[in-house]
């Protein structure tokens, strides 16, 4: 008798765990997949093309508000969660939702859905959303490129338009972002390789994936998201942590399994965080994870024109998920705005348009600047229009990417990047060099 599950996801880890376990297996059947924390990605299919010989008609993606009835109708026997940077107390809350309805409730470990690679895989993961991930994998591979290393990147999952479209995505120009329609979220993760001029893979089979990225790459960078973790083995696990959100290394799902698999921990953000935070922080590695390498680091921001700022009634746009399920409450364009001696920090919540309304009365700890939300086309025009309505001189973009490649506003905008920079001893250099020695790389 096949067993039927249910698999909780967010149009990720979901689809991953589905293709590397659950697809032509013959002793499951996934009955539906539901699907949260991302704007209109429910009501959709898991397409036959990807669904694989057991599932000629794909798979339903219902909204998760409906799992308990989804339970009863298809008389579920387990529900497995694969979604990511959510309390652990949130995870009990739906393992109890699950069981309350007669299922078994599970959580899919690295035994059985990370994939291994014929090349080395350097992973960064996180403890949360925004705790800067993207500027650590960037070092990561400025720092293998210039050893003289062939180095692609392959990013978590973003695959919230045409699945089979999104299957396996090469990214090496801007025009690989137009051809595939990507969304600002996904612009955030690919702009900054591109402008390097590396080569990143995403998409949603990342068993395609692998392979193709084998074919040029000598080292392969997992850039892992929210605070997932790896989908590839990794032969070196970098996890960055957060102190200006001290405690959530311990008490996030599966950020604190990053931690504990941790061979490398960076603490960010030591340049603005209290020192008190610092110390807890470092105090947590050493308790569950004392054999980790520990990385001091700062992540100081580089402002366009910060003489622009001064004076002004500034709109400060901040990246989306660090603030929405990243908890967040203020980020890069805040700290330069302030920094720069803005007049004002213009609240957008009465000019918000749509969706933009929508993250407002959702997410209600953001205030005092935008989330640079953009998840699909309608979205995008509701962030322009919300832009475009509020009165202010100035905007401060602390987004990754160039804003003016997506919206026409009518506002000038200044740029706010940041990058990764140690303190002390080790370095990430030293870190990989001792790494590549040791697999008789260097």
């Given at each position: 008798?096949?067993?039927k599950?249910?698999?909780?996801?967010?149009?990720?880890r979901?689809?991953h765990?589905?293709?590397t376990y659950?697809?032509d297996?013959?002793?499951?059947e996934?009955v539906a997949?539901?699907?949260?924390?991302?704007?209109?990605?429910?009501?959709?299919r898991?397409p036959?093309e990807l669904?694989?010989?057991l599932?000629?008609e794909?798979?339903?993606?219902y909204?998760?508000e409906?799992?308990?009835?989804?339970?009863?109708?298809?008389?579920?026997d387990e529900?497995?969660?694969a979604?990511s940077?959510?309390?652990?107390?949130?995870v009990?809350?739906k393992?109890?939702?699950?069981?309350a309805?007669?299922?078994?409730?599970k959580?899919?470990?690295?035994?059985?859905t990370m994939?291994k690679?014929?090349?080395?895989?350097?992973?960064?993961?996180?403890?949360?959303t925004?705790?800067g991930k993207?500027?650590?994998s960037r070092?990561v591979f400025?720092?293998?490129?210039?050893m003289?290393?062939?180095v692609?990147s392959i990013r978590h999952?973003?695959?919230?338009?045409?699945?089979?479209?999104?299957?396996?995505q090469?990214?090496a120009s801007?025009?690989?972002?137009?051809r595939?329609?990507?969304?600002?979220?996904?612009r955030?993760?690919?702009?900054?390789?591109?402008?390097?001029?590396?080569?990143?893979y995403?998409?949603?089979?990342?068993?395609?994936?692998?392979k193709?990225?084998?074919q040029?790459?000598?080292i392969?960078?997992?850039?892992?998201?929210?605070?997932?973790?790896?989908f590839?083995?990794?032969?070196?696990h970098?996890v960055v942590?957060d102190p200006?959100r001290?405690?959530?290394e311990?008490?996030y799902?599966?950020?604190?399994t990053?931690?504990?698999m941790a061979?490398?921990?960076?603490i960010?953000?030591?340049?603005?965080?209290?020192k008190a935070?610092i110390?807890?922080?470092r105090?947590?590695?050493m308790e569950i994870?004392p054999?980790?390498?520990?990385?001091?680091?700062?992540?100081?921001?580089?402002?366009?024109?910060?003489?622009?700022?001064?004076?002004?009634?500034?709109?400060?746009i901040?990246?989306?998920?660090?603030?929405?399920?990243?908890?967040?409450?203020y980020?890069?364009?805040?700290?330069a705005?302030?920094?720069?001696g803005?007049?004002?920090?213009v609240?957008?919540?009465d000019?918000?348009?749509?969706?933009?309304?929508?993250?407002?009365?959702?997410?209600?700890h953001?205030?005092?600047?935008?989330?640079?939300?953009?998840?699909?086309k309608?979205q995008?025009?509701?962030?322009?229009?919300?832009i475009?309505?509020?009165?202010?001189?100035?905007?401060?973009?602390?987004?990754?990417i160039?804003l003016?490649r997506?919206?026409?506003?009518?506002?000038?905008?200044?740029?706010v990047r940041?990058e990764?920079?140690?303190?002390g001893k080790p370095?990430?250099?030293?870190?990989?060099?001792?790494f590549?020695?040791?697999?008789?790389?260097?």
């Amino acid at each position: 008798m096949k067993k039927k599950v249910i698999i909780m996801g967010a149009a990720g880890r979901d689809f991953h765990n589905f293709n590397t376990y659950f697809r032509d297996n013959e002793n499951y059947e996934v009955v539906a997949f539901t699907a949260t924390q991302i704007p209109n990605i429910e009501n959709r299919r898991y397409p036959p093309e990807l669904a694989g010989k057991l599932y000629p008609e794909g798979i339903p993606i219902y909204p998760e508000e409906e799992l308990p009835e989804l339970i009863k109708k298809y008389d579920v026997d387990e529900v497995v969660f694969a979604y990511s940077d959510v309390s652990h107390e949130y995870v009990m809350h739906k393992a109890s939702i699950a069981n309350a309805s007669g299922a078994d409730f599970k959580l899919m470990g690295p035994k059985t859905t990370m994939l291994k690679s014929k090349k080395p895989v350097i992973a960064v993961t996180a403890v949360r959303t925004g705790c800067g991930k993207s500027q650590t994998s960037r070092k990561v591979f400025r720092i293998l490129r210039d050893m003289g290393f062939k180095v692609v990147s392959i990013r978590h999952p973003m695959p919230y338009g045409d699945l089979v479209k999104q299957k396996a995505q090469r990214f090496a120009s801007y025009e690989d972002l137009d051809r595939y329609d990507c969304t600002i979220e996904e612009r955030e993760e690919y702009e900054p390789y591109i402008d390097m001029g590396g080569v990143v893979y995403a998409g949603v089979d990342y068993g395609e994936i692998l392979k193709q990225a084998e074919q040029e790459a000598d080292i392969i960078i997992w850039d892992g998201g929210n605070n997932d973790i790896p989908f590839y083995k990794p032969d070196l696990h970098i996890v960055v942590v957060d102190p200006h959100r001290p405690g959530h290394e311990i008490k996030y799902h599966p950020g604190e399994t990053n931690l504990r698999m941790a061979h490398v921990v960076i603490i960010n953000k030591e340049e603005t965080a209290d020192k008190a935070n610092i110390d807890l922080v470092r105090k947590h590695i050493m308790e569950i994870n004392p054999d980790a390498v520990v990385i001091d680091a700062a992540s100081p921001l580089f402002v366009d024109h910060p003489e622009r700022i001064r004076g002004k009634r500034v709109l400060a746009i901040e990246d989306g998920p660090t603030l929405t399920h990243g908890e967040m409450t203020y980020g890069a364009a805040v700290i330069a705005a302030m920094k720069y001696g803005a007049a004002e920090l213009v609240d957008a919540r009465d000019y918000a348009v749509g969706s933009i309304v929508d993250t407002y009365k959702k997410y209600p700890h953001i205030h005092n600047y935008l989330p640079a939300m953009g998840y699909g086309k309608q979205q995008i025009k509701d962030l322009e229009a919300t832009i475009n309505n509020t009165p202010c001189d100035l905007v401060v973009s602390g987004t990754p990417i160039d804003l003016n490649r997506v919206v026409k506003v009518n506002k000038p905008i200044v740029r706010v990047r940041y990058e990764l920079d140690e303190i002390g001893k080790p370095t990430l250099k030293d870190v990989l060099e001792d790494f590549l020695k040791k697999k008789g790389l260097l």
